[in-house]
Protein backbone atom coordinates (compact mmCIF):
# COMPACT_ATOMS: atom_id res chain seq x y z
CA UNK A 1 0.00 0.00 0.00
CA UNK A 2 1.63 3.25 -1.46
CA UNK A 3 -1.15 5.58 -0.14
CA UNK A 4 -1.58 6.28 3.92
CA UNK A 5 -3.89 8.61 5.31
CA UNK A 6 -3.32 9.25 8.87
CA UNK A 7 -3.44 11.96 11.66
CA UNK A 8 0.40 13.19 13.76
CA UNK A 9 0.98 15.70 15.78
CA UNK A 10 4.34 17.45 14.32
CA UNK A 11 7.35 17.43 16.33
CA UNK A 12 10.20 18.99 14.15
CA UNK A 13 10.51 20.25 10.69
CA UNK A 14 13.61 21.33 9.45
CA UNK A 15 15.12 22.10 5.95
CA UNK A 16 16.74 19.56 3.73
CA UNK A 17 18.77 19.94 0.60
CA UNK A 18 17.60 23.47 -1.23
CA UNK A 19 14.09 23.94 -1.19
CA UNK A 20 12.54 20.69 0.85
CA UNK A 21 11.93 20.06 4.37
CA UNK A 22 12.22 17.07 6.50
CA UNK A 23 9.78 16.80 9.27
CA UNK A 24 9.73 14.60 12.27
CA UNK A 25 5.50 12.75 13.67
CA UNK A 26 4.11 10.77 15.74
CA UNK A 27 0.67 8.89 14.68
CA UNK A 28 -1.16 6.41 16.58
CA UNK A 29 -0.62 3.91 13.35
CA UNK A 30 2.66 4.73 12.68
CA UNK A 31 3.97 5.67 15.46
CA UNK A 32 7.43 8.08 14.97
CA UNK A 33 8.48 8.75 11.57
CA UNK A 34 9.84 10.93 9.33
CA UNK A 35 8.38 12.55 5.90
CA UNK A 36 9.31 14.68 3.40
CA UNK A 37 7.67 17.96 1.96
CA UNK A 38 9.00 19.15 -1.52
CA UNK A 39 9.15 22.64 -2.04
CA UNK A 40 8.62 23.87 1.56
CA UNK A 41 11.03 26.40 1.28
CA UNK A 42 9.81 28.28 -1.86
CA UNK A 43 7.44 31.34 -1.77
CA UNK A 44 4.43 29.71 -3.24
CA UNK A 45 4.24 26.46 -0.93
CA UNK A 46 0.72 25.56 -0.62
CA UNK A 47 0.54 24.66 3.34
CA UNK A 48 1.68 28.05 5.02
CA UNK A 49 1.77 27.02 8.84
CA UNK A 50 0.66 23.95 8.72
CA UNK A 51 4.00 21.98 8.52
CA UNK A 52 5.51 23.74 11.84
CA UNK A 53 6.47 21.67 15.45
CA UNK A 54 3.25 21.74 17.24
CA UNK A 55 0.40 21.46 15.32
CA UNK A 56 -1.92 18.24 15.11
CA UNK A 57 -2.94 17.88 11.06
CA UNK A 58 -4.00 15.42 8.89
CA UNK A 59 -2.03 13.85 6.26
CA UNK A 60 -2.08 12.50 3.02
CA UNK A 61 0.97 10.43 2.46
CA UNK A 62 2.76 8.55 -0.24
CA UNK A 63 5.35 5.86 0.60
CA UNK A 64 8.71 6.48 -1.60
CA UNK A 65 11.94 4.65 -1.84
CA UNK A 66 13.34 5.74 1.47
CA UNK A 67 10.84 8.80 2.81
CA UNK A 68 7.33 8.96 3.41
CA UNK A 69 6.30 12.30 0.65
CA UNK A 70 3.24 14.64 1.75
CA UNK A 71 0.15 14.75 -0.96
CA UNK A 72 -1.68 16.38 1.21
CA UNK A 73 -2.43 18.29 4.43
CA UNK A 74 -4.97 19.83 6.53
CA UNK A 75 -5.08 21.41 9.79
CA UNK A 76 -6.92 19.48 12.73
CA UNK A 77 -5.54 21.61 15.42
CA UNK A 78 -2.81 24.79 16.02
CA UNK A 79 -2.81 24.87 19.69
CA UNK A 80 -2.92 28.76 19.50
CA UNK A 81 -3.49 28.86 23.17
CA UNK A 82 -0.44 27.13 23.89
CA UNK A 83 1.34 29.60 21.56
CA UNK A 84 0.34 32.76 23.17
CA UNK A 85 1.90 32.08 26.76
CA UNK A 86 5.80 31.45 27.07
CA UNK A 87 5.53 29.09 29.67
CA UNK A 88 3.25 26.48 27.87
CA UNK A 89 5.08 27.01 25.12
CA UNK A 90 8.43 26.16 26.56
CA UNK A 91 6.64 23.10 28.40
CA UNK A 92 4.99 22.06 24.99
CA UNK A 93 8.59 22.11 23.70
CA UNK A 94 10.36 20.29 26.74
CA UNK A 95 7.90 17.36 26.16
CA UNK A 96 8.70 17.44 22.90
Not at 60 to 82: A, C, E, P, T, V
Request: hydrophobic share 40%; proline share 2%; net charge positive.
Amino acid sequence: MRQQKTEAILFQSKPFFEKDKLVQAFSPTLGKFQFLVKYANTSKFKYGGHIEAGTHVALDLYKGKSFFYLNQSQLQNGFSHIRSDLNRITLAFYFF
